[in-house]
Each structure stands twice: as structure tokens, then as C-alpha cells.
């Protein structure tokens, strides 16, 4: 019995985030690494330099940025699946790297290294499950990305914790967990191939009938005469030849278009502030961040491992309601609400000092804590907690830079915006060691201030993407007006108008989907009464 088609879509776009489990390890299990004894002896005594131990983790992203210059061209030239699977190619060899370090010099190439396949494999995953989803549930299948990253934080947490605390001061302390990184790669380098190439990229090449046998593998359980399948067809051969009529995007066209510029920026803008809420602080520097609190690193290996459990129940929150409750909500609550928790947390640490001092990253001072200060400390736990479950259920910020970036079938526009991510993300992972060191809790206030602003910027300014189909993105950010609330693009009445629309065969190429509101459906004067 054939598998239903959204099933088996998902399962596909399932097997394309591995990438994603991958990203998810090793963001976290460097909080690990970097306290092992036997890693700090094998590091030598450059590891008392708070910049190369900053750089450790921040080279990483370092690579991740440069690993999305050749996707643009490698996703053109040899399709999704093959620039996957050279992702994941050279991330085994820095994760191998990482593994044997003999110094400081082969660990930060294995960080570089493994950062550049997982830039690869980042920014085209995402696009890859976008371009093979069915509209109603692309949100849930492009967000996935973002809960295999949990379960790959989560793996990491767990077993950095388990290695701490049984393996302490050996070497197997830090190379196991670097070792088992390598493994998620391995059948996403065999298999990637078994998977469905995008449908769009075939029709992009002229070839037209592989997609339409690609589209009725993916939604038709292999019928090419299904509507929806010659729906799809005829919608991307219109975006395509409509792209072709204007010409290949150049740089230029860009910045010079409104509309364009609009989407560049708005990405651009989004993908820095992800990196701004503090989440990535966390993640990396979590040993900084519950020693300033008087915890042992064992313990605070603990307390991440059951920080990473909270965060996917946050993730399949998300993955789960982001189709019904559209992006721009999730989107605005949980950054307010990571912000007031950053508030907390500052309260917090201010009240409750630890060891806060020049070398706190390298030499924690436990103290002694009286009644109160463990009552402020279980709270500060809890605080980080909140933010990593709240840090989940807005992860849905990667399905919008996707279907931003629908810019004349140019990856141009990705990397632009992908830029932002990686070199905010760099920026936070080399200044926090130092800014511990230096202000101590008021580092804090920064992701406090920034997921407030977050927040009334996205409410301001990004129009609802929810149910709309990957062609009508030129369409929605040329009528959106630039102030969203209060329009009719602050939200998506039906998330499933796109999709019925195209099996209905009553969409019409380049155009918005079908408001529907109150049973009627408005379109450019023309109005009927809407049959569910």
C-alpha cells in the first residue's frame, strides 16, 4: 500500500534535515568540549587566550559563511541532492579533524571545515523541502529543519554530559562526542540520492517531464494526469518564462527594484536578529553562563542536557501549529517573551553574583550559595529554560527567509541574506567570552533590548506568508503595503486556499491566492460564492 503523499513528502524533506541534526551537534556540543581538562592540555597554552578560545567556537559560523558562496552555483548546476551530499562530504572531513586534533591549529581547521559543509547543506536544505512541500504544510516541513537542529542539540547536550561525568580528564572526554558528529552525515551522503530531485530545478533545466513525474511521485501517489500535479506545472512554467522575460538577476537589480530590495532587507534584517534574541550565547558559552552562578561543570552540562529537552518541546510546538497560526504571531510573542525572559535572567545574575572575573571562561571559582541565593539560582534555571522552549516555538523564522528569497530563481539573494545569519552568529560566539569577562550580567541586557525591538519590527514590517505558494512571492511583496498592520497581508485567513486553489485549477499564474473571509472569495473585482 502506498504511502499518502504529504506523508511521503514529509519523510523527504525527514531525511534532507539530517544536515540539520548535524548544525545541531555541533552548535551544541562545543559548551562540552571547551571545559574538558584533557582538551585544555591538548590546546596547550595558546588556550589561555580568550580570543582563540573564542574563536573555537565562532570559527565554526566563520565556515558556515564561506560554505554558502559555492551553494549558488553548485545548486544551479548539479541540483539539490548532489550539493547536499557535497555538504556533507566535507563536513566529515572537518568533523574527522575535530576528532584527532593533535593542536590548536587542527581543531580550528576542523571547525572551519566542518562550518563550510554545514553552509552547504543549511541553506539549501531548507530551500530543497520548500520546493517539494505542499503549500498547506511547507511551514511544518521547512520548521522540521529546525527541530532535527534541536534533536541535535539535544543528542550533543547528552552526551558531552555522560562523557563529563564518566570519562572525566581522559581524552575520550572530547573526542567521542566530536567523533559521533560524523555519524548523521553518513547516510545522508549515501542515500541522498534515493530522495526526489526538486521538481522546480528540473523545470528550470527543461525538463519538464521528470518534474511532472517528480510532482505526481511527491502528491499523487504517481498519477501525472492529476490535477494538482499539472496545477503545479503550469505555475512554475509561468514564474519560470516570467523570469526569463525579465532576465537573469544581477546584483544591481537587487537594490534597485523596490520589491527586491524590500525582500533583501527584510531577510537580511530577520536573519541578524535570530542571532540577537541570545540563543547562540547559550548554546556556546553555557558553561560561562551557569558558572558566573556557581555551578560545576558537570553540573552545568546537566542542567543544558534538560535545557535541550525543553527547547524541542518548544520545536514541535512549532512544527506542529506554525500552518494555523501563521509565521508573524509566533514570531512577535516569542521574541517579547525571550526578551522578558533575558530581563529575568539579568535580575537574576545581578542579585545573585558568582564568579564573575577576568578568566571566568577558563578557571570557575565555585562559592558557597546561602538559602536565598539557591532560591535564585533554581529561578535563573528556570529563566534559561523559558528561553530555550520560547527560542523553539519562534523557530519558524527559517520558513519566511526562504520564501523571501524567490528573487527570479537567483541564489544571489540567499546568500546576501544567509550573510547576516553567519556573521552576526560569529560576531556573538568571539565577543561573549570577553563581554562575560568584562560587564558580567549586563551582557545580559543586550538580548533583553533586542528580542523587544525584534518584535516591533516584525509586527511593523513583515507581511503574513502563510499558505501562499513559492511563485506568488514577487506578486504579495509588490502589493504588501511597507506598514503591515491593520492590511489584509497581516495575516492568511485560509492556509489551505493555496493549495485548493491549485487542485481546483482556479489559481491564476503570478497572481495572490484567494482571500477567502466570511465565505465569499475577492479577487481583482471578481466575486463568488466559495464551495468548501
Not at 597554552?45 to 554558502?68: E, T
Not at 544591481?252 to 534584517?269: A, D
Not at 529575568?344 to 562559592?367: C, D, F, K, Q
Not at 552576526?424 to 558580567?440: E, L, M
Amino acid at each position: 500500500m502506498p504511502l499518502p503523499p504529504k506523508v511521503y513528502t514529509w519523510l523527504c524533506g525527514l531525511f534532507a534535515s539530517l544536515g540539520s541534526i548535524i548544525f545541531g551537534y555541533d552548535l551544541g556540543v562545543i559548551a562540552g568540549v571547551l571545559p574538558a581538562p584533557d582538551f585544555i592540555r591538548v590546546m596547550g597554552s595558546r588556550y589561555n587566550n580568550p580570543n582563540l578560545v573564542g574563536l573555537i567556537a565562532s570559527i565554526f559560523v566563520l565556515g558556515c559563511f564561506f560554505g554558502m558562496i559555492p551553494v549558488a552555483y553548485a545548486a544551479d548546476k548539479f541540483g539539490r541532492r548532489v550539493t547536499i551530499q557535497l555538504g556533507a562530504a566535507v563536513y566529515i572531513l572537518g568533523g574527522a579533524l575535530q576528532t584527532g586534533a593533535k593542536n590548536m591549529d587542527m581543531m580550528l581547521a576542523g571547525r572551519f571545515f566542518a562550518g563550510f559543509g554545514v553552509g552547504i547543506m543549511s541553506d539549501l536544505a531548507p530551500l530543497y523541502q520548500a520546493e517539494i512541500a505542499h503549500p498547506s504544510i511547507r511551514g511544518r516541513l521547512t520548521t522540521l529543519q529546525q527541530f532535527m537542529l534541536g534533536i541535535g542539540a539535544f543528542v550533543a547536550s547528552w552526551v558531552t554530559y555522560g562523557t563529563s561525568a564518566g570519562l572525566k580528564g581522559s581524552q575520550a572526554e572530547w573526542r567521542i562526542p566530536l567523533g559521533i558528529q560524523i555519524i548523521p552525515a553518513l547516510p545522508l551522503i549515501s542515500f541522498m540520492l534515493l530522495l526526489p530531485e526538486s521538481p522546480r530545478w528540473l523545470m528550470e533545466k527543461g525538463r519538464i517531464e521528470e518534474a511532472r513525474q517528480t510532482l505526481a511521485r511527491l502528491h499523487s501517489n504517481g498519477d501525472v494526469d492529476d490535477p494538482f500535479v499539472n496545477a503545479q506545472i503550469d505555475d512554475m512554467k509561468a514564474d519560470i518564462d516570467k523570469a526569463r522575460d525579465i532576465g537573469q538577476s544581477s546584483w544591481k537589480e537587487l537594490f534597485v527594484v523596490p520589491s527586491n530590495l524590500r525582500r533583501v532587507s527584510l531577510g537580511y534584517i530577520l536573519q541578524f536578529s535570530v542571532q540577537m534574541t541570545g540563543v547562540s550565547a547559550i548554546q556556546y558559552y553555557s558553561t560561562t553562563i551557569f558558572t558566573t552562578m556557581g555551578f560545576t561543570s558537570t553540573r552545568i552540562l546537566l542542567f543544558q542536557s534538560i535545557n535541550s529537552i525543553i527547547a524541542l518541546i518548544g520545536e514541535a510546538c512549532c512544527v506542529l501549529w506554525v500552518d494555523h497560526t501563521g509565521r508573524r504571531r509566533p514570531l512577535i510573542i516569542g521574541n517579547i517573551a525571550s526578551g522578558l525572559s533575558f530581563v529575568v535572567g539579568s535580575i537574576l545574575m545581578a542579585r545573585y553574583p558568582g564568579t564573575v572575573h577576568n578568566n571566568a571562561h577558563l578557571h570557575p571559582r565555585p562559592h558557597r550559595r546561602t538559602t536565598s541565593s539557591s532560591v535564585g539560582l533554581r529561578c535563573f534555571i528556570i529563566c534559561g529554560c523559558l528561553t530555550m522552549v520560547i527560542s523553539g516555538f519562534k523557530s519558524n523564522y527559517l520558513d519566511i527567509q526562504f520564501l523571501l528569497q524567490r528573487l527570479h530563481r537567483t541564489f544571489v539573494s540567499t546568500a546576501i541574506t544567509s550573510s547576516s545569519s553567519w556573521i552576526s552568529n560569529f560576531f556573538i560566539a568571539q565577543v561573549t567570552p570577553k563581554a562575560f569577562a568584562a560587564i558580567g550580567w549586563k551582557y545580559y541586557l543586550v538580548f533583553a533590548i533586542c528580542g523587544h525591538t525584534n518584535a516591533l519590527f516584525i509586527w511593523a514590517f513583515f507581511p503574513e506568508t502563510t499558505g501562499r505558494r513559492l511563485e506568488e512571492m514577487d506578486a504579495l511583496f509588490e502589493n504588501a503595503p511597507l506598514f503591515v498592520p491593520g492590511s489584509s497581508f497581516a495575516k492568511v485567513n485560509d492556509h489551505r486556499a493555496a493549495e485548493r486553489e491549485l487542485r481546483q485549477g482556479t489559481f491564476v499564474p503570478g497572481h495572490l491566492t484567494e482571500e477567502v473571509d466570511k465565505g465569499q472569495i475577492v479577487e481583482e473585482g471578481r466575486e463568488e460564492k466559495y464551495v468548501a
